[in-house]
């Protein structure tokens, strides 16, 4: 029934827009990608011709229409947002009492890049309107619309979790198709119940392979990889791949508790160098019974991974991951250095180890491992240094990590990068921060660069990449998610895996 309403659709262009939208805040979207995109394609061929013919357009309208073609890496022009300036070139004071279209216009310019002059106007001036009309709302659910878009943007959201919280808000708006809103609330509590299936075989794992017992000095986060592992991909065709990316997952956990924690720096050096061979045969010059044990376990998980895709010809997928391992663990012995010899680097030599080390590439490289849509380009992409998305995730995983664990970490006697940005500029930690939350936001710009067409590999390598850097948000925007998941994670991931929309 919604395959045939989305066809139908297509008679009128701005409603065809308006559900392909609707579709994808709830989350349904995925089941109908091929249809989705051909409507797009034609849609995008005659955009020029759509927005002519329609002039008088409101702007919550144009705002959707640029947040679908955005979202979909479509390059939507934004001076479509001109006719809502005056002459001195501001937005128009008149706009401001369109609630709708100011939400709208808010959302669209998450999806800016590096030059939309009228995007950052755009966000600046919404964002400002938005907060202060708060206190002017008569709606609590208007009111808690807003709350909620002001606290994360869509685009900057882990699916899944936006579309919980999108099916809440359409079940109250008036004009909500009803067939969707049970279509989107079905097909969420299904999910969620394959989802769990995934979990209580990953736990059975874990609870096998005795790891708790293994490394007692590790935190034991097994539900909160898979909650990353849904955040990448929660689409029932990569349940291997979610397998497969959880498990290696809690391997970087093993190593980064390891390295920052646990091991002595003479330890390390001997363990780094076991890693840049991947072979069982050197495990016996490891000075201690936990690296061995440790090592074993890395080798066996990225055999089993193996053996997993071998079978379609993609054992490479394996190889270049493990190099980004090898990669990995140079970094944090780098910074095992730092320690050992109680130096505090300036800020432009932490950050060229620091990138690195914030395992961005290694998890996005070890997220392609189940997908078959991942081939020997996708990982020559992934590596490529020049690439606009490989440097804006190692900056935003970084950088938002940084922001939210540097305390503690001085606490325990880590280099942390917001004190080198600061011994080397003379500024407070708040202006430190602040410095690093404009990088966070140039970085997305570059970031949304990326995605947009013509790509050169197929846009279902891209959303893995985008959603990594959501997750990023998710987790450490507003606290330690990861290190402290009792916080707030705790609660993303009772929504996403635990309880059920009623019905």
Not at 55 to 70: E, G, P
Not at 186 to 214: A, V
Not at 308 to 322: C, D, F, H, L, N
Request: proline share 3%; charged share 25%; net charge negative.
């Amino acid at each position: 029934m919604v395959k045939d309403m989305l066809v139908a659709s297509t008679d009128d262009p701005i409603e065809n827009m308006f559900l392909i939208n609707s579709l994808c805040r709830l989350g349904v979207s995925y089941h109908f990608e091929s249809e989705i995109e051909k409507q797009l394609s034609h849609l995008f061929i005659t955009l020029g011709e759509v927005i002519d013919n329609y002039k008088d357009y409101n702007l919550h309208t144009i705002a959707i229409i640029f947040q679908v073609f955005r979202s979909h890496g479509y390059k939507m022009p934004c001076d479509v947002f001109n006719k809502f300036k005056n002459g001195d070139g501001k937005f128009k004071e008149t706009v401001v009492s369109d609630m709708k279209g100011m939400i709208s216009l808010y959302e669209a310019s998450h999806f800016r890049i590096n030059g939309e002059l009228i995007l950052d106007e755009a966000l600046a001036f919404t964002t400002l309107h938005l907060e202060s009309s708060l206190a002017n709302q008569s709606s609590p659910h208007h009111a808690e619309y807003i709350v909620n878009a002001l606290c994360r943007p869509y685009h900057k959201g882990v699916p899944r979790l936006e579309a919980r919280q999108y099916i809440s808000f359409y079940e109250r708006d008036e004009s909500r198709n009803d067939v969707l809103l049970e279509f989107a609330k079905c097909d969420f509590n299904w999910i969620q119940m394959l989802l769990q299936q995934e979990l209580s075989h990953l736990c059975g794992w874990w609870k096998e392979s005795d790891i708790e017992s293994r490394f007692p000095y590790a935190r034991h986060r097994n539900v909160e990889a898979f909650f990353l592992a849904v955040g990448i991909y929660f689409e029932p065709c990569y349940a291997r791949a979610r397998n497969i990316y959880a498990k290696l997952t809690l391997i970087i956990g093993l190593l980064d508790d390891t390295y920052d924690a646990y091991g002595t720096y003479e330890e390390l050096q001997y363990f780094t160098d076991a890693m840049q061979r991947f072979d069982m045969s050197v495990i016996d010059k490891l000075p201690a019974d936990y690296l061995k044990l440790l090592y074993e376990t890395i080798l066996d998980v990225h055999d089993e991974a193996q053996q997993k895709v071998s079978e379609e010809g993609r054992s490479y997928s394996v190889s270049y991951t493990k190099n980004e391992f090898k990669k990995l663990v140079v970094t944090y012995l780098a910074q095992a250095r730092w320690v050992h010899e109680g130096c505090l680097p300036t800020f432009a030599e932490y950050l060229e180890i620091a990138l690195k080390s914030s395992a961005a590439i290694v998890s996005v490289s070890l997220a392609l491992i189940g997908m078959e849509e991942a081939d020997e380009n996708a990982y020559q992409w992934l590596i490529n240094n020049d690439n606009k998305i490989h440097k804006a995730l190692n900056i935003l995983t970084r950088l938002y990590d940084d922001i939210m664990t540097n305390k503690d970490e001085e606490k325990r006697g880590l280099v942390c990068g917001t004190n080198c940005y600061m011994k080397q500029y003379g500024v407070t930690r708040k202006e430190a921060i602040e410095a690093y939350q404009e990088r966070i936001e140039d970085a997305w710009k570059e970031l949304n660069e990326g995605y947009l067409r013509p790509t050169p590999v197929p846009i279902q390598i891209l959303k893995r990449a985008v959603n990594f850097a959501r997750l990023m948000d998710v987790a450490y925007k507003y606290d330690d998610g990861l290190g402290k998941p009792e916080i707030s994670l705790q609660d993303y991931i009772a929504k996403l895996l635990i309880h059920p929309l009623p019905l």
